[in-house]
């Protein structure tokens, strides 16, 4: 049975429909009755029933604007549970075996919070074809489907299915054709009797084990197998299931973890369409060669992101007169021969992609193999080092390209000249090479109908041409990392109704900031950092989730109306000229605030970040001052950056309510004292770094370590966590609790007025790279136990009042003597690792006895060994000949020792 656009045809002899429909618990009461949508919707049932010789009850047949819905026959309202009950039962419609039950499906729009919907009576004999894709149906409802004998075509894709797949089910469905239940949540393996459908589709799922492909030579009626996006592993089948996989059309494993080698025999099926296995770790050479027996009807062939190796020349596929699409891309090892000078192939390829494979250069300055092809749709030879010109020459008047990717090559040129438009081509891809050049002013009437354009990382120079915002299906719009100067056309602003992503950072691009505009279109991301932009903020900004405006010279107030914005999650405005206190509102959906480097004053009021959300603060190098109370409100912070300004007072307890912090940086301020508490406090919120990831990557974050400023780009929280206490004045012992952080990388406590010793619990920071207790007043002895801690690259204690012998052995023997000037009692190590005697107390114990003593396992086993030698050595002496003899003659000579004294 069909389904048409304007409704779904039901054929049947008796019929019971029970819906129930939860709606939100909201603000508003049911009390007054049912809504008007719902009555609408009720009526509409009521009519089709009618139309199809049903009878609808007799007090669904009014509309009035009072008449209560609830109060229906058959229908029940909750007022408690929000709950909403509609029953037809089998006396609606006549006993007519032809009769139809037609209605609109539309009509369920107007209950959203559509939660279960039992099918469990509906016996619908002669229904083949049901579409329940696009909701979130739980994998309850296939239980009701049994009795659907006649089903032909099942489509419950893009639901909230889990569990195992219902075989039990789909047993009695033996008219069942088609399956797709791809975009749910099943787990568990493939049963191999749903490879008896002739169409099987459940990618996108989490199945996992191997294909239950068997070597019967007993034909299975399998002709479309998509496996797409799960979990599933092992080798594929041998040439022994040739026979039982004889009928297969398609076959998609793409985003499993298959291994081994491909089998010769899948290109050998007679019917076999497509084969994609890309995005696995296949091995080895594919199985084509120029003696292959291979079938004659491919159409697509997808190998990429595989580790294949050995050589494949397109010559050799020279009968395969249907093929469409190849894409071996992200092989690196595999050779691949494209370029055969006067071979003219019996294909025409609309899709070719061999991103990442080591192509000869050659490809484009001698392109013998691209030019016979004229029916090409997508060309992918990015990151290859391609060298010649920009093939300008693709650009046909016949052309057909929709998506072209040239990037990441040695590419020069320029893109003109350009004679014909190319109204089909969407997307151009063609950064990180040397291309150079203006763009032609008539930028829009060669390319009319982008959607995407990326430039990025080339030589393009002189001013963007006006005529860019008349592409009005623009979507992602990225001219980074060039030479652009002049103004930015405040059009590319506000003139791109479909524009999600704006990339113009770093050039010479100048002007007011966003063109003076307020009111802005680009609906994602806009990133025009390093740039010359000036002027002030505007006072409404509007739109984007994501604006980078840092590098600039924007000047003035950071206006009170952008606080207020809805949808901003990233804004960073830092290296500018701003001025003025930070307004007291912030979004609530705000992650990210940079302000580094501005010159922002006043305080920091309580209420300034009372948003859940951020994780992200850096407002380093400003005047900011005031205590930081405040910080009780950034439950979620995962980067703190206060630095180099003029907070005062102590370190707040309320950084212990931080719950997952990464990055802590007050250096440079007047914070006093550390207490212990404090310490505990920090080392239980910072034990959960590395289960931290981020959402939005950062723009690139610099931190001070390791004796210098370092700069982390992407998915920097996996390389650094670090507190930097720095330059304030912190005084008292250091808190031992510090050496509990042992996922920390960087620890800077220097400049601060710091007494005691350094705690030997530091040799528990196990991933500590860099430590910097300098310029501090400790004393005492460096503690030997810090030789263990392996990846210390970078180690000072400078200026300090320590005593006693520097260790040298671990990492220590890298560190050179500017680590330890400035404290007048520090003595090297002599040879045999033991101090001098001039030294006093602190002498450092030798290298076995230090192992000894931080070792209880091995000091007992050396006092075990001991007991055992001493009583062997006894039982020698009292039972053995040669003991007694020893024990006689030593006795003989202590009795005369004693006689002639």
């Not at 669904?60 to 026959?73: A, M, N, Q, S, V």
């Not at 929709?402 to 893109?415: A, I, P, Q, R, Y």
């Not at 086993?861 to 039972?879: D, E, G, K, Q, R």
């Amino acid at each position: 049975m069909s389904a048409g656009e304007g409704g779904v045809y039901f054929k049947m002899r008796f019929f019971f429909f029970l819906v129930v429909l939860c709606l939100p618990d909201s603000n508003v009461s049911r009390s007054h009755g049912c809504f008007v949508e719902e009555r609408t919707a009720l009526m509409d049932i009521g009519s089709s029933l009618t139309r199809s010789n049903g009878t609808a009850p007799p007090s669904w047949g009014r509309g009035d604007e009072d008449d209560d819905c609830c109060l229906w026959e058959r229908v029940k309202c909750s007022n408690i549970l929000g709950e909403y009950h509609i029953s037809t039962s089998q006396t609606l419609l006549n006993a007519h075996g032809d009769s139809f039950w037609r209605f609109n499906t539309t009509v369920f729009s107007s209950f959203p919070e559509l939660q279960f919907l039992d099918l469990s009576r509906l016996k619908l004999p002669k229904l083949q074809h049901l579409n329940l894709s696009y909701n979130w149906l739980q994998e309850s409802i296939l239980a009701d489907l049994g009795e659907l004998v006649s089903l032909e075509v099942l489509d419950a894709s893009s639901n909230a299915m889990s569990g195992v797949l219902p075989t039990a089910v789909l047993k009695n469905l033996t008219n069942l054709k088609e399956l797709n239940l791809s975009a749910n949540g099943f787990s568990g393996s493939l049963p191999g009797s749903l490879l008896e459908l002739p169409h099987l589709d459940p990618s996108g799922s989490s199945l996992a084990g191997h294909t239950p492909i068997n070597s019967s030579s007993e034909p299975v009626s399998l002709q479309v197998l998509n496996l797409n996006n799960n979990r599933m592993s092992g080798a594929l089948p041998t040439e022994q299931a040739f026979g039982y996989l004889r009928n297969l059309r398609e076959l998609h494993l793409s985003s499993n973890n298959f291994t081994g080698n491909i089998s010769t025999f899948l290109l050998s099926l007679p019917h076999i369409e497509r084969l994609d296995l890309s995005g696995n770790t296949f091995e080895g050479p594919i199985p084509i060669t120029p003696s292959s027996n291979l079938s004659l009807s491919p159409k697509g062939l997808r190998f990429s992101q595989n580790n294949l190796s050995g050589k494949l020349s397109f010559f050799w596929l020279r009968n395969l007169t249907k093929l469409e699409e190849i894409n071996l891309s992200g092989n690196i090892n595999l050779a691949i021969d494209v370029n055969i000078p006067g071979w003219v192939p019996p294909f025409q390829l609309k899709q070719l992609a061999l991103s990442g494979c080591g192509l000869d250069k050659g490809i484009i300055a001698e392109p013998h193999f691209l030019r016979t092809q004229h029916h090409l749709q997508e060309l992918d030879l990015s990151n290859n080092n391609l060298s010649g010109r920009m093939p300008n020459w693709l650009f046909t008047k016949e052309a057909t390209l929709v998506n072209l990717n040239l990037g990441n090559n040695w590419l020069t040129g320029s893109l003109s000249p350009i004679w014909h438009p190319q109204t089909a081509l969407q997307s151009i891809v063609i950064s990180t090479n040397r291309i150079a050049g203006k763009l032609p002013a008539n930028f829009s009437a060669i390319f009319p109908s982008l959607s995407a354009l990326d430039l990025s990382d080339n030589n393009f120079y002189g001013e963007i041409p006006m005529s860019l915002c008349s592409i009005k299906h623009m979507k992602d719009l990225s001219l980074s990392n060039n030479n652009f100067s002049g103004e930015m056309p405040a059009c590319v602003f506000t003139d791109f109704p479909e524009l999600w992503t704006l990339s113009a950072s770093n050039n010479q691009l100048g002007g007011l900031v966003l063109g003076g505009m307020k009111k802005l279109s680009i609906r994602f991301a806009m990133h025009l950092q390093n740039n010359k932009f000036e002027g002030t903020l505007p006072r409404n900004l509007s739109g984007a989730l994501v604006l980078d405006l840092s590098g600039n010279h924007i000047t003035g107030s950071i206006p009170q109306k952008n606080c207020s914005l809805a949808s901003i999650e990233i804004l960073d405005l830092s290296n500018n000229n701003l001025s003025g206190s930070i307004p007291r509102c912030v979004s609530a959906s705000l992650s990210l605030l940079n302000l580094y480097g501005n010159s922002l004053s006043g305080n920091i009021s309580d209420d300034l970040f009372n948003t859940s959300n951020l994780m992200y603060l850096d407002m380093r190098h400003n005047k900011l001052t005031g205590n930081l109370n405040w910080l009780r409100h950034l439950d979620k912070i995962k980067t703190l950056s206060l630095g180099w300004n003029d907070f005062e007072g102590q370190i707040n307890p309320n950084l212990c309510k931080l719950k997952c912090p990464r990055i802590i940086d007050f250096s440079h301020n007047s914070q006093a004292h550390c207490h212990h508490v404090l310490a505990t406090s920090l080392v239980r919120v910072i034990r959960q770094l590395k289960a931290y990831i981020i959402v939005h990557d950062p723009i690139d974050f610099t931190f001070a370590t390791k004796g210098g400023q370092y700069t982390y780009g992407y998915n920097f929280f996996y390389l650094m966590s670090g507190i930097d206490l720095s330059g304030n004045m912190l005084s008292g012992e250091i808190p031992w609790e510090l050496g509990d952080l042992s996922h920390i990388k960087s620890l800077n406590l220097s400049n601060n007025f710091f007494t005691g010793q350094i705690p030997a619990s530091f040799a528990n920071m196990s991933e500590i790279e860099s430590l910097d207790l300098s310029h501090n007043e400790l004393s005492g002895l460096i503690p030997w136990q810090l030789t263990k801690l392996s990846s210390l690259a970078v180690f000072s204690v400078a200026y300090n009042n320590l005593s006693g012998c520097i260790p040298n052995s671990g990492q220590f023997g890298t560190f050179g003597m500017d680590s330890y000037q400035g404290n007048i009692n520090l003595r090297n190590m002599s040879k045999g690792n033991i101090c001098s005697p001039d030294s006093g107390a602190g002498d450092l114990p030798s290298e076995g006895r230090d192992s000894m003593a931080g070792d209880p396992v091995l000091y007992a086993v050396s006092a075990a060994s001991f007991v055992l030698a001493f009583w062997a050595t006894v039982a020698f002496l009292f039972f053995h000949p040669l003991g007694r003899h020893v024990i006689l003659g030593q006795g003989i000579w202590y009795y005369d020792l004693v006689i002639n004294d």
